[in-house]
Every structure is written in structure tokens, then in C-alpha cells.
């Protein structure tokens, strides 16, 4: 079946490859902070399916005809912490990708939306926070678009 449905336990393996294709093309980035562990696609796949297990994680992916995870966006929701008051909770997303960078504009916009609409709907949440690398810009160009703005920015350096 193509097209976006919800996530499940069952994802989690495909999520991990797919999220390993996004490891390695952020360690290309900045190779100190987003250096990849040699068995990082092994190890994330039991944390993502508890994590696609729990009430407060909003996750979809994308199928194509063949029935391969050609994208996939996770998230949390949470209370923003006590020195903030956005007047709600926060959507988290962490694990936010596509296959094909063309697919930003359409396929991942329609996994932000949904996945807003849900937390709103669901969680009650106000604000949405996506973590972005720096020289990911069809990724960026995506989320300027989508109304998003920068709001932070990590700066780091080998010690």
C-alpha cells in the first residue's frame, strides 16, 4: 500500500535504516558531532519500536508501491521546560526523513502537517521544534516554508 500511514512497532527496522541514511549524511556535515557508531542502525531499532509503543509518540512513514519506508518522521510530545511558558506542549521531532531530497516540499511536508495536527489535536500542544543540521537545506528550505523559523542554533568543535 503507498502512502503515509502511522507507524508501528513493526517500522522499526526500516525506520533504522532509513534514520542510519540521514546519520550518514549529517556526519558529513560536521563529522565530530554527528559521528556515526559503527552499530548505531542495530541499536536504534529496540529503542524505536518501545519508543513507537508509547501514548506519547506521534510517528508516520511513507510506503511506496513496493512497500519500502521511503520516509518517516517520529516525535514526542512534552511539556516545554519550566523557564518557558508557550502556553502548551511542545512537539518534538528528532527523527524527521526522506529518502529523496525532492520529496521535502511534498512527502515531508505532509508527515510535519499531520503530525502537528495530531499533537494539537491529541496533546494540545502549541509549538513545534524540529531538529534540522545546518547544511541540510532542502530539509530547511522545507520548514521556512512550512512557517517554521531558527530559534536556535548548536555550535561545536572538537576538544
Do not use: H, N
Not at 542502525?41 to 512497500?67: K, M, N
Not at 529523496?100 to 511534498?106: H, I, L, P, S, V
Not at 499533537?119 to 543540521?133: D, I, M, P, S, Y
Request: proline residues 5%; hydrophobic residues 50%; neutral net charge.
Amino acid at each position: 500500500m503507498a502512502g503515509i500511514r502511522r507507524a508501528t512497532a513493526r517500522d522499526a527496522a526500516a525506520i533504522a535504516d532509513l534514520m542510519q541514511l540521514k546519520r550518514l549524511r549529517y556526519a558529513a556535515y560536521q563529522p565530530t558531532f554527528w559521528r556515526v557508531a559503527p552499530d548505531a542502525a542495530q541499536r536504534q531499532r529496540p529503542f524505536l519500536r518501545e519508543l513507537l509503543g508509547r501514548p506519547d509518540t506521534i510517528a508516520f512513514v511513507e510506503e511506496s508501491a513496493e512497500d519500502c519506508v521511503t520516509a518517516a518522521l517520529i516525535a514526542r510530545v512534552a511539556a516545554a521546560p519550566g523557564v518557558y511558558a508557550p502556553g502548551g506542549a511542545t512537539l518534538d521531532i528528532d527523527d524527521f526523513w526522506v529518502v529523496d531530497e525532492r520529496a521535502w516540499e511534498t512527502t515531508g511536508r505532509a508527515l510535519l502537517d499531520r503530525a502537528a495536527q495530531e499533537a494539537g489535536e491529541r496533546f494540545g500542544a502549541v509549538q513545534v521544534v524540529v531538529v534540522c543540521a545546518q547544511l541540510d537545506e532542502p530539509k530547511r528550505a522545507m520548514l521556512r516554508s512550512a512557517g517554521l523559523t531558527v530559534a536556535s542554533e548548536w555550535w561545536t568543535r572538537p576538544l
